[in-house]
């Protein structure tokens, strides 16, 4: 079954505003992770938050992690139109496999 | 770039035609997969190699062929494809099998005619 699921679907901001983006998954999990995809490439990893973390930094990039609401938010400070691109959370389950929920895309505008 | 590369980046092929994708990773990692993308959809899981070794085929059809001749290249054969197969194919590995972090290639953008 899928794990995480992203929302927005679609979001769409102003250059120097914050985007946040939310993940919720349904079973135990080890660890979850956030990518980010430009149009028509790979996925490229941002950050990867373990079950017995609750928050964790990375520059611009802030995550969450809510073990008991099984959810997690994604926040980008301060972003750029170089921002634009669509962001994808991952669960890393009780089968060890990572499931990439539909993603957001994210859209910032100069 | 993540060390990853993916060959063709663009593909056009009729139904009846054999191609292979080919993917081959320069970070000593020890386990590969390919995962296939469609518009809409969450990426798929499709095969899973683990020390050379096919751990997972996770349901795909076998005009899907994977081969792993060694745990730094990683192929994808194609044959008698249908139009629903067109999506972006993404190669992917991780130091070991299991929930780490995954390093992807650019992907392979796939149409079938």
């Known amino acids: 079954s899928q794990q995480g699921e992203e929302d927005p679907q679609a979001l769409s901001i102003q250059e120097g505003e914050n985007a946040t983006m939310n993940c919720s998954y349904k079973t135990s999990i080890n660890n979850l992770q956030w990518y980010r995809q430009n149009s028509g490439r790979g996925l490229v990893h941002l950050i990867l938050i373990r079950s017995n973390e609750r928050e964790k930094h990375s520059g611009r990039l802030r995550v969450t992690l809510d073990t008991s609401k099984k959810s997690s938010s994604l926040l980008i400070t301060a972003s750029r139109a170089a921002d634009t691109a669509s962001y994808f959370c991952a669960t890393d389950g009780v089968d060890s496999r990572l499931t990439f929920g539909e993603g957001t895309q994210l859209t910032v505008n100069p | 770039e993540t060390g990853v590369t993916q060959t063709p980046r663009h593909l056009v092929m009729g139904m009846t035609n054999k191609k292979s994708l080919k993917c081959e990773q320069h970070l000593g990692h020890n386990?590969?997969?390919?995962?296939?993308?469609?518009?809409?959809?969450?990426?798929?899981?499709?095969?899973?190699y683990n020390f050379k070794e096919q751990t997972e085929n996770n349901s795909v059809p076998s005009r899907f062929s994977p081969e792993c001749p060694n745990s730094s290249h990683l192929f994808l054969h194609l044959h008698t494809l249908q139009p629903e197969d067109s999506a972006l194919y993404l190669c992917a590995s991780s130091q070991d099998i299991g929930g780490e972090t995954q390093y992807f290639g650019p992907g392979t953008r796939l149409l079938v005619l």
């Open chain 2, 31 to 48: 386990a590969m997969y390919w995962y296939k993308q469609s518009a809409k959809k969450p990426l798929e899981l499709m095969f899973v």
